[in-house]
Structure formats: structure tokens, C-alpha cells
């Protein structure tokens, strides 16, 4: 399949008119032709973290709508879809049968004990040192089989102890088929895309970071790709890591997320200099898809790991916390600074982290338009919402500042926003002019001007962007040659 080099929206199943049903509604009667993709966070059933530990794949969650809901949207935009490669749900019919039937389970090999990693079940202190981990330990211990015996099982995610996500064993041929499975649903669907959520961590290998563990991480992946590309479906590697991990990824042939850009753009607005930026922009892969905003925050470590100074990043930091953001931090101590620097990502609305100023938010979209890849936009950032400091405070988790659930109504209100109708506008615009199809540059400037420019045969694009009014405007040539001044 070729993906459109068009502009994708992510939402969340229950965001943007409370279901999926609601969803497409949105897409025809609010942003008609607008979106040639759609991500749909996690429609699935899933006993927490908002989806994203999914009980199965074969089913859509009821009160979001069916597999028809999701068939519908596809036949006008193409649908994307996550599959969490490396876990699944710990209340999912294949984990409750373990721990009901422990080794007589018919699941069972699709789980890691931690003696299937190290032989005598004990986990060495210096590889634990040097595991990338996202919560105190990388193991739960759960009751299996009818004795109940206390089993340490591998999970990478997840607050709780036990965890409600539970790593699977990517070697095991009962995980590979049941994957194929997954990916067989999708396809009869009508699912053009999966992203491959947490992939980096399928591998546990004694002595690594148990982090995309190389070249171990491409079989796995090459595997995947082929069962998927058989569908015709496309795959999106979702990977937060090193600058240098993500070009080898790319160069192994797949697409990746431009997990810095978000934070350079923020840097470039707030400090009023591109310099950082244009410079990443002139060397980085082509391939990819571009972000602001999503379901969790701006990237810092380990995405931008030894491609920053602290002293600039904590002054952007200090900012964001000062228009209401609040932190993800980090868990690993191998992954921090020596000064103890640990921010993983910067939570908050895009809008509210650029000080709600229109023009701000609206020059940031168009350096994201700008740079080569496929965009996605939020659906908060579509409708450029500000943070929900009232579901922080009742929740306490970080992350729903930038998760608000929008009625038909408040969608409806929100749409008539002089902010919205330009940022649609400018998403029609990259959408239509075809020189972005064509060849990419970065032209020189002073630190307070961004000059960006595409060109195709006859015709040419080029935004220029002033970072100390934030003025930002789009020089283009129309079918007839004629040159046009657009101001965003």
C-alpha cells in the first residue's frame, strides 16, 4: 500500500463525539475532506491505561461501537490502528487461562518468566543496571495454576504491582500466530496502517539494555513487516529512542516517528531562535511521521539524548511548567544526566505550552507541514484546546491535561475559533499543493527567521517565519504561475 503524503488526525475512540460512530460524524460534517488518515487510539476492550492494555485484538470495545464503525470510516479515510506488540492485558482470556492452567495452559509459552531470561531465575544487579526501565522493577509476581505458585513474570509497563500489561514472548509460535491473528482482523477491516506500540522492548537478552536489543529487534520486525505488508497493511514502528537508533531504524527501511521535532519547534518558539532546529531539519531521515502533540507529551530523554544543552532545555522546561505543564520523569538512572536532568516528556497541551497565542501555535503547525514526512495532528491540538487542569485535579494523573473528551457540542463551539479555521486552512493547503511531493531545503537565515521551501517541476512553496512576532506567511506559485502571498 502507498500512503497518502497527506495530513492524519489521532484521537481516541470516545474524543471527538463520544464514540466511533460520533467520530464519523466529526469527519464528514465538521472536517469534510480534511484527514486522509485517521489513528484511532486503542478501540479495544482493555482493563486500563486508557486502551492501551488491550484484552484482544478481535474484538472493538462496545461502548465505542463495532468492527462495522471501524469498516465505515474506512472506506473514505485510511484507518490506523495500534497492536502493543511487546504485552498485552493481564485480564485477558490468554493470561487468566495460564494462571488458572499454569504450564498445562495452552497460553503459556506466550509469557516470561524471569528463569526464561536467566536460567536459575535470578536477575543479575549488574544487568538490571543496565535494563531501560519504565517502572521499579521489570518483573510482576503473579499466583499460577491451582496452587497458586508465586511466578515473577517480565512487565515492562504499568503502575500496579501486579502490572495489567504483561510482556509476551515474541520467539513463542503460539505469540506469532496469535499476531497474525490481530493483524488477519485488521485486514478484513479495512485497516490500512498499525503502528507498533512499545516494539523497542520485545527483546530480553541478559547483558542489554532489554531495549531494542540489535540485530535480534529486525528479524522480529522484518518478520512482522512481511505478515503485515501480505495484508496490505503498512507498518509504523512507534520507537522513543537515541537519534541514532531511529537512523538505523529508518535505514533498515521503516518508518519512524519524528519524536524530536515537537521539542525543537517548542524551543525555537519560546527561545525566539531556529538554530537548533534548522540545523536538525537539514540532516534528518525523510521518511517519517511528523507530531506536535499526542496522548502522553513532548519527548525529551531519551529522544534527544546528546542533542541538547540542559542549560536551554531546562529554560523550556521552566517555561512549559509555568503555562501549567507538568512532567514525566524518568526511571532509569543510566538514562539521566550527571546533574540529574531526568525529564522523559513534557506533559500539557501544545497551545497552552506555546502560551495560547494563536500565532505562536499556528507557526509551530507550519514548520511541522513544512518538514518532509507525513503529519499527524491531535485532536486536541485540531482544535487547539487549552489544558484541562480541571480533570488533573481530579484524576492526579499527569497525562489527561492533554486528553479532554469533546461533546458534539463543544466540538461545534470550538470549530468557530478564528485559531481553528486557520490551522484548517493550513492543513488544506498542505493537503492540496503538490510541490510537497517534491524536493525539501532549508534556506540560510538569521537566528530569528525560519525559511523553509519545496519544490516540484513547475511549482514552489515557501514559508517564512519570524520567531520574534511569530509572523509567519506561505509564498507560493499557483497552476498558472502566478505567485500568491498567503498569510496563516
Not at 504450564?103 to 544487568?127: A, C, N, R
Not at 501555535?361 to 482544535?383: H, M, N
Amino acid at each position: 500500500m502507498t500512503l497518502k503524503n497527506k495530513v492524519q488526525l489521532i484521537t481516541y475512540p470516545d474524543s471527538l463525539g463520544e464514540d466511533l460512530h460520533g467520530l464519523l460524524r466529526v469527519l464528514e460534517e465538521q472536517f469534510p475532506h480534511t484527514f486522509a488518515g485517521v489513528h484511532i487510539l486503542p478501540p479495544f476492550p482493555s482493563s486500563g491505561d486508557r486502551g492501551f492494555a488491550p484484552l484482544t485484538y478481535l474484538d472493538i470495545e462496545p461502548k465505542f461501537g463495532t468492527w462495522k464503525d471501524i469498516r465505515k470510516i474506512g472506506e473514505t479515510t485510511d484507518v490506523l490502528l495500534d497492536l502493543m506488540v511487546n504485552h498485552i492485558s493481564a485480564h485477558s482470556p490468554y493470561f487468566t487461562d495460564y494462571l488458572a492452567q499454569g504450564t498445562q495452559s495452552p497460553f503459556s509459552d506466550m509469557f516470561l518468566p524471569v528463569e526464561k531470561i536467566w536460567q536459575d531465575g535470578e536477575l543479575p544487579q549488574d544487568d538490571l543496571q543496565r535494563i531501560f526501565l519504565r517502572r521499579p522493577q521489570p518483573y510482576s509476581t503473579y499466583p499460577v495454576g491451582e496452587g497458586h505458585e508465586p511466578r515473577r513474570l517480565w512487565t515492562t509497563f504499568g503502575k500496579e504491582d501486579p502490572s495489567e500489561q504483561v510482556d509476551l514472548d515474541i520467539h513463542s509460535s503460539r505469540t506469532r500466530n496469535l499476531l497474525k491473528e490481530f493483524l488477519d482482523q485488521f485486514s478484513r477491516s479495512g485497516v490500512r496502517m498499525v503502528r507498533l506500540d512499545a516494539v523497542g522492548y520485545v527483546i530480553k537478552k541478559p547483558g542489554t539494555a532489554c531495549f531494542m536489543v540489535e540485530p535480534e529487534i529486525y528479524e522480529f520486525m522484518k518478520w512482522i513487516q512481511a505478515e503485515a505488508e501480505s495484508r496490505g497493511i503498512v507498518l509504523l514502528p512507534e520507537v522513543h529512542a537515541e537519534y541514532s537508533l531511529q537512523k538505523r531504524l529508518s535505514e533498515q527501511g521503516f518508518w519512524i516517528y519524528d519524536f524530536i521535532l515537537p521539542y525543537r519547534v517548542l524551543e525555537a518558539l519560546i527561545t525566539h531562535s531556529g538554530d537548533s532546529l534548522k540545523q536538525y531539519l537539514r540532516g534528518r531521515p525523510q521518511k517519517q511521521f511528523t507530531m506536535l502533540d499526542c496522548h502522553d507529551g513532548v519527548p525529551v530523554k531519551p529522544d534527544l539524548n546528546g542533542l541538547y544543552e540542559s542549560t536551554m532545555v531546562r529554560e523550556v522546561v521552566d517555561t512549559c511548567m509555568e503555562r501549567g505543564g507538568n512532567l514525566s520523569l524518568i526511571y532509569s538512572p543510566k538514562h539521566r544526566d550527571p546533574d540529574g536532568f531526568d525529564v522523559h516528556q513534557i506533559r500539557g497541551t501544545y497551545y497552552s505550552l506555546l502560551g495560547c497565542n494563536d500565532d505562536a501555535y499556528l507557526a509551530a503547525r507550519a514548520i511541522q507541514f513544512f518538514s518532509p514526512g507525513i503529519p499527524q495532528v491531535y485532536y486536541v491540538g485540531l482544535l487547539a484546546g487549552e489544558n484541562d487542569l480541571a480533570a488533573l485535579e481530579k484524576s492526579k494523573d499527569g497525562r489527561v491535561i492533554n486528553r479532554h473528551n469533546y461533546s458534539m457540542r463543544e466540538i461545534e463551539k470550538e470549530k468557530q475559533r478564528d485559531v481553528v479555521g486557520r490551522l484548517e486552512n493550513l492543513i488544506h493547503f498542505r493537503n492540496d499543493y503538490a510541490a510537497f511531493n517534491g524536493h525539501f531545503g532549508v534556506i540560510d537565515t538569521d537566528s530569528q527567521h525560519i525559511h523553509l521551501c519545496w519544490t516540484k517541476d513547475d511549482l514552489s512553496c515557501e514559508l517564512k517565519i519570524n520567531l520574534a512576532n511569530y509572523e509567519t506567511q506561505i509564498n507560493y506559485l499557483d497552476e498558472n504561475g502566478r505567485q500568491v502571498q498567503y498569510f496563516i
